[in-house]
T-cell receptor, first 114, second 113 residues
Framework: GAGVSQSPRYKVAKRGQDVALRCDPISGHVSLFWYQQALGQGPEFLTYFQNEAQLDKSGLPSDRFFAERPEGSVSTLKIQRTQQEDSAVYLC????????????FGDGTRLSIL | GENVEQHPSTLSVQEGDSAVIKCTYSDSASNYFPWYKQELGKGPQLIIDIRSNVGEKKDQRIAVTLNKTAKHFSLHITETQPEDSAVYFCAASRVDSNYQLIWGAGTKLIIKP
C-alpha cells in the first residue's frame, strides 16, 4: 500500500478485556516498530521487528503486552486483561531496511479502556 | 539512556515570520535526528532528518542544524504559513539501540494570520 495502515482507528474496551491492534506496513519494509503515545506527549518505543524476528521488546510495559509479525509483514499488538492506564494511541511505523532509515508512521489506533 | 529535551512547548508566530524549535540530547553516541510534524488525529509525518556527519540540511522552507559538540539540534521554518500549525517532535536514535527513536515532548506551533 501507499502508507502504513493501522486498524481499527478507534477501540473502546472494558477493563479486563483483551484487544488486538493491527498494522500493515509499507510493502517491502523490513523494519517495523510499535510506539505508545499518551495525550500531549511524544511517542514511546514499545518493540521492534526486523522481518519476522522481534529484536527488541524492551519498551513493552508488562507481560500483558505481546507483539508478533509471523510472516514478516503484518504485525499485531495484543494487550491482555486491559487496564485503564493502557488508554493511549498506539502507533506503528515501518522503515525500508537496516540502519537508521526514516520511519514512516500510520495514523494510530486510539485505545480507550473504560 | 538517551534523553531528549525540546523547547519551547508552545510557539506562536505571525504568518510569514520564522519559527525555531530547539532540542538537546544526552547520549553522545546518538547519530540520527529526525523531525516529525503531527496534526490532530494523525500519525507523525517525517519532515526532515539529519545524520551526525552533517551540520546542516535544508529542504525548501525547512532547515535543521546540528551541533554535535553541544549536543543540540534545531528546526528552522521560514515564511511560516497557516498549514504549518501542528505539533512538532524531535527525536534521536543510535545504531546500536535497534534504531528506536527517543522523542522530545513536542512543540505546539501556532501560526497567527
Amino acid at each position: 500500500g501507499a502508507g502504513v495502515s493501522q486498524s481499527p482507528r478507534y477501540k473502546v474496551a472494558k477493563r479486563g478485556q483483551d484487544v488486538a491492534l493491527r498494522c500493515d506496513p509499507i510493502s517491502g519494509h523490513v523494519s517495523l516498530f510499535w510506539y505508545q503515545q499518551a495525550l500531549g506527549q511524544g511517542p514511546e518505543f514499545l518493540t521492534y521487528f526486523q522481518n519476522e524476528a522481534q529484536l527488541d521488546k524492551s519498551g513493552l510495559p508488562s507481560d500483558r503486552f505481546f507483539a508478533e509479525r509471523p510472516e514478516g509483514s503484518v504485525s499485531t499488538l495484543k494487550i491482555q486483561r486491559t487496564q485503564q492506564e493502557d488508554s493511549a494511541v498506539y502507533l506503528c511505523a515501518s522503515s525500508r531496511g537496516l540502519g537508521n532509515q526514516p520511519q514512516h508512521f500510520g495514523d494510530g489506533t486510539r485505545l480507550s479502556i473504560l | 539512556g538517551e534523553n531528549v529535551e525540546q523547547h519551547p512547548s508552545t510557539l506562536s508566530v505571525q504568518e510569514g515570520d520564522s519559527a525555531v524549535i530547539k532540542c538537546t540530547y544526552s547520549d553522545s553516541a546518538s547519530n540520527y535526528f529526525p523531525w516529525y510534524k503531527q496534526e490532530l488525529g494523525k500519525g507523525p509525518q517525517l519532515i526532515i532528518d539529519i545524520r551526525s556527519n552533517v551540520g546542516e540540511k535544508k529542504d525548501q522552507r525547512i532547515a535543521v542544524t546540528l551541533n554535535k559538540t553541544a549536543k543540540h539540534f534545531s528546526l528552522h521554518i521560514t515564511e511560516t504559513q497557516p498549514e504549518d500549525s501542528a505539533v512538532y517532535f524531535c527525536a534521536a536514535s543510535r545504531v546500536d539501540s535497534n534504531y528506536q527513536l527517543i522523542w522530545g515532548a513536542g512543540t505546539k506551533l501556532i501560526i497567527k494570520p
